[in-house]
Each structure stands twice: as C-alpha cells, then as structure tokens.
C-alpha cells in the first residue's frame, strides 16, 4: 500500500507539474498577443499622417483601378456628345488630352471618380464648356503602384492654362487664379465654394484631387487639392 500510495502520489505532482507548464505557456502566449496589439496600434498611431508616394486607398478599390495608360487609338476613338467635355490638357502638368468621362455621385454621397488613373471625371450635374456655369472635374491621385493623373496639380500656379476640348472640337482655355489645398474635415464644406466661379460671372473649371499626408487609420488621404480656374476672354 506504501509503494501504491508514493506512485499515486508522484503521479499527481507530474500532473501538477504537467499543467503548472501549460498555464505559464498560455500566460506568456496572451502576453505575446497583447505586446503585438499595442505596438501594432502604437505603430499606425505613430505612422498616421506619413508621406506616401504612392496611393495606397482601400484593397477592393485598389483591385478595381486600372493603371494602364490608354493607347493614342483609344484617345482619338473616345467620342462624347457636341456639348460635352471630351479632352483635358495641361501643359504644365504634362497632361495631354485626357479623357474625361461623365461621372455621377457613389454609394457614399462623393463625387465618382473613373476606375482608370488616367482618365478625369466630369460630374454631370455640373456645368459644360460654354455655357456659363463651373464645371467639376476630378482625377486620381495615384493607384496602387503607379501616380496618377493629378498627382502634381497642387503644382499648378496663378495663369497656368487649362484646356478643354467639347464633343464638337471647339477648344476652352482657363487661366488658373487659385489652387488651395484643403483638409480632409473641410473639404465637402469647401466643395460649396468649388461648385462656384472665383470670379463672378465668369465661367469657370474647378479640378479636384486627394494630396498630402496619408492616414492608414481613415485609409485615404487628409487632404483635397482644389485648382479653380476662369475662362480666358
């Protein structure tokens, strides 16, 4: 009975002993857990606001973008209606007709933009070339792996030209009188301002883009670059 007694009982400190193990491996293992969690958020907390060349917006938007820049057959095959925009070149920025397609608002109330980072956006509830109002266009910023094509418009300057060709083939030239870069809390209240000439009276173009410092934790740009320019008499 003594021997039984002793082998039951060092059994039962090898069981002890046994889970004593397991408990303190899943304590450090949760600690490990809770170390990665913090420095993870400690890390896109620090990072927020940092400069990125590239855009990097949401994966499912980025799956969708194209980043191949249309071929001059498809530039010349790109037709609109007579009283439409059709074509938007900026020298300064090295942009050379690109297409701009009619766009609508999406899911979320903002402006749409084209899945291609080379084409601009027309909004259609905007004004058209020669008829008075402002018209609104806006373009990426840049996709996944490539800039896009208003990567550098807050480059633009005061009298820099705009120029947009109508369905028809009749060429409007705008002259920039500001380009304001406007933080991403102010921006749909700005977006009132952009929807109007800086000039009364005259017809007018705004062009709008993301820019500036990238948030990971909004996972968009802070910032939203408006150029408005006036017609040329």
Known sequence: MTILAMSLKIKGWRNIAKWSIIAVFCILFLIFIIKVAVFEHNYYSEKEGSERAIAEENLEVQEELIEIIPTEEEVQEYRVANDRPR??????????????????????????????????????????????????????????????????????????????????????????????????????????????????GKESVTLISCTGEWSKQQNTYLSRQFTRAVIRN
């Open 87 to 200: 074509y938007l070149s900026i020298a300064r920025l090295g942009i050379e007709k690109a297409r701009i397609l009619p766009m609508g608002v999406n899911s979320k109330g903002e402006l749409a933009t084209p899945n291609n980072i080379f084409d601009v956006g027309w909004y259609e509830a905007s004004g058209k070339p020669g008829q008075g109002g402002t018209i609104i266009i806006d373009g990426h910023n840049g996709g996944p792996h490539k800039f896009g094509v208003f990567k550098n418009l807050p480059e633009l300057s005061e009298g820099d030209e705009i120029i947009i060709e109508r369905g028809d083939g009749e060429i409007f030239v705008y002259e920039v009188v500001e380009n304001k870069t406007v933080p991403l809390s102010d921006a749909n209240a700005y977006m009132k301002t952009a929807a109007r000439s800086p000039i009364s």
